[in-house]
């Protein structure tokens, strides 16, 4: 079974500083992860996203994430946060299920609030 | 090219009354999937296609059903809606190549 962790349900930074949201992951597969952002009032889209050709992985907006295997971690990071940058942070990973679906797990989301 | 579209985006109803939520996609997907987000708990699968004529069950299928009218069109329907379904619901399609998956705007549904 596949899992993801968001550790922190609420994220607070001031404009200019460094953005680092925390995702954990678990999977009996090598797994595709993935970054998505949800601004006020729209759907989900992908800022980024890891499928094992490069363990650091650059998105839009300036994101990156780096893929750990050893820690099962896939942080997203952005070195200077932008007022733009308030929104939702979805972490998922996915994998092919028994039945050959595509299956998606996503984290509980991280609220990233900047602060001018 | 629209992407995927829902229709509509906002709707008020009554327990016990029923409605049916639209979704289509133009970028010729094979899987779309319906989900549901309540605050604090992310996003949980009710139901999938993996492919046109095919549907089945994901987290929290109970009180739903599902129509995968053509290859474009996934439809939800809320048969007898209650208070508990009360959130936002999201339509996503993917094309089965590295499992992304490409969402509409949604569609906030409060139940009274």
């Known amino acids: 079974a596949q899992s993801v962790t968001q550790l922190g349900s609420h994220v607070s930074v001031s404009e200019g500083a460094l953005v680092l949201l925390r995702c954990n992951y678990s999977s009996s597969v090598p797994p595709y992860l993935f970054w998505y952002v949800q601004y006020p009032n729209q759907g989900l889209q992908l800022l980024l996203k890891y499928t094992s050709a490069a363990t650091l992985v650059k998105g839009i907006n300036g994101f990156e994430a780096e893929f750990k295997k050893s820690e099962t971690s896939f942080h997203l990071t952005k070195p200077s946060a932008h007022m733009s940058d308030a929104a939702e942070y979805f972490c998922a990973v996915s994998g092919t299920n028994s039945g050959g679906y595509q299956k998606v797990t996503f984290g509980t989301g991280t609220k990233l609030q900047v602060i001018p | ?112």
């Open chain 2, 1 to 112: 090219n629209a992407g995927v579209t829902q229709t509509p985006k906002f709707q008020v109803l009554k327990t016990g009354q029923s409605m049916t939520l639209q979704c289509a996609q133009d970028m010729n997907h094979n899987s779309m999937y319906w989900y549901r987000q309540d605050p604090g708990m992310g996003l949980r699968l009710i139901y999938y296609s993996a492919s046109e004529g095919t549907t089945d069950k994901g987290e929290v299928p109970n009180g739903y059903n599902v129509s995968r009218l053509n290859k474009r069109e996934f439809s939800l329907r809320l048969e007898s809606a209650a208070p508990s379904q009360t959130s936002v619901y999201f339509c996503a399609s993917s094309d089965g190549q590295g499992y992304t998956q490409y969402f509409g705007p949604g569609t906030r549904l409060t139940v009274l």
